[in-house]
């Protein structure tokens, strides 16, 4: 199975990649060859990538398989074939994560700072320890600080001959101008419903009726609908969302409204925190010699509170995506009641919602359905902004019952 088997809906997008593949491979062996005239200027092949596109698109799963593209040693491609087999121990070790040179970073904080981007500029500059290339992988590149923006630029601007960034991110407008005139931009676009269903029976062998309906609820976005397939609970919070805009009819039931959706969210990032919290506790205590039943050295509550202070920051970051995600549930609700509105014959995202959608979009108007549907948008850039979460979702809950 070929690296690029799991971007779905990307073609345009995987034929830019395997021909840079291609060029970086030539590139590679002319060099090991002895041909001082190896150059990578002209080709498909360049040192910094932005792979930008809608949640669920894929982007750094597309920066996961160009890595492993560029690490593929297939006997293959001696004969013509196409880097980025998926057998190979180069592809195979770099789609896993145990590559020795690649390096994904991802955070699970609001943030990545100038420390952390130091590190990164600093392995940055070492030649590959074994594989073809040095890959920098950055996942959350919209979550860097602009002081870690600033550091990041050098490594981008000037790399080392045979190092790779790939950066991923929302938009271009999510990372610094100067940094993204400097990245070759790739964009991918929300990949299609049925491509979605496919890929969650084949890769993850999910029951045909599942997968279809956890494509279609979470309208393409890939991780949502892999964990609305798999996780009970999900699915259960999303019918609890999805039952919020038939129970803003007053100014009370709106604001107990906006209450249970922080509580849910808060009890989301409760769940994923507690065991992880509890491991990484244990394990920093063993580490400095305060194992269990033993009291802490001197010296070490310092590293205690940077460790409780980066869980704080996580349960944070957890909370605010739990209720991303409930928004964007809601958003594609007044979408189907839009649509019906309009008469639009396009496919329900929300089916198990048909009977509230037919009885919102009977009852109110377009105008209406608009305003709600931007009360949603203005929460989600005020959760952005950060805005206490209840008075934002407060705020979006009545301008809901408002209409």
């Known amino acids: 199975m070929a690296v690029w088997d799991d971007i779905v ?3 345009r997008a995987t034929a830019q990649l395997g021909a840079a593949a291609r060029d970086a491979d030539a590139y590679v062996t002319a060099e090991a060859a002895g041909a001082g005239s190896a150059e990578l200027s002209g080709s498909s092949m360049t040192h910094a990538w932005l792979f930008t596109g809608p949640p669920g698109a894929g982007r750094a799963a597309a920066a996961r398989a160009f890595a492993a593209a560029l690490q593929c040693v297939s006997p293959d491609r001696a004969l013509g074939g196409a880097p980025g087999c998926g057998f190979c121990e180069g592809c195979h070790t770099a789609m896993v994560g145990t590559h020795a040179d690649v390096e994904v970073v991802r955070t ?30 950055l996942e959350d590149g919209d979550r860097l600080t602009e002081g870690a923006g600033n550091v990041l630029l050098k490594a981008v601007e000037e790399p080392a001959p045979r190092t790779v960034w790939l950066l991923c991110a929302p938009s271009t407008e999510d990372v610094l101008p100067t940094i993204r005139s400097r990245c070759r931009h790739l964009s991918l676009r929300t990949p299609p419903v049925d491509a979605v269903a496919d890929l969650l029976m084949r890769r993850d062998g999910i029951e045909p009726e599942m997968a279809a309906y956890a494509a279609r609820a979470t309208q393409g976005h890939i991780d949502h609908a892999l964990r609305l397939a798999t996780d009970e609970r999900a699915r ?28 849910a969210a808060t009890e ?5 925190a507690e065991e992880l919290d509890a491991k990484e506790t244990e394990a920093l205590r063993a580490a400095l010699g305060g194992a269990e039943g033993k009291r802490m ?30 928004l964007t549930d809601l958003t594609g609700f007044y979408r189907d009641v839009l649509a019906r509105q309009l008469g639009s014959e396009v496919a329900l995202a929300h089916t198990d919602s048909a009977d509230t959608v037919r009885r919102l979009a009977t009852t109110s108007g377009p105008e209406q359905t608009l305003r ?13 902004r950060n ?9 979006m809950t009545m301008a809901l019952r408002a209409g």
């Open 9 to 11: 809906g990307q073609e």
């Open 108 to 137: 699970d904080l609001l943030t990545i700072g100038v420390k952390e981007t130091r590190d990164l500029v600093r392995r940055a500059q070492m030649s590959p320890a074994g594989g073809r290339w040095q890959v920098i992988v």
């Open 236 to 263: 259960a919070r999303r019918e609890a969302v999805l039952k919020l805009p038939g129970r803003v009819d007053d100014v009370g039931a709106a604001l107990r409204a906006a209450q249970e959706l922080i509580d």
């Open 268 to 272: 989301d990032a409760k769940q994923v």
């Open 297 to 326: 050295p001197r010296g070490t509550a310092g590293a205690m509170k940077e460790l409780e202070d980066k869980q704080k920051r996580r349960s944070t970051r957890t909370q605010r995506d739990s209720l991303d995600l409930a």
């Open 372 to 384: 709600r549907i931007e009360a949603v948008l203005e929460c989600r850039r005020a959760l952005d």
């Open 387 to 395: 805005v206490a979460p209840l008075l934002a979702v407060e705020s």
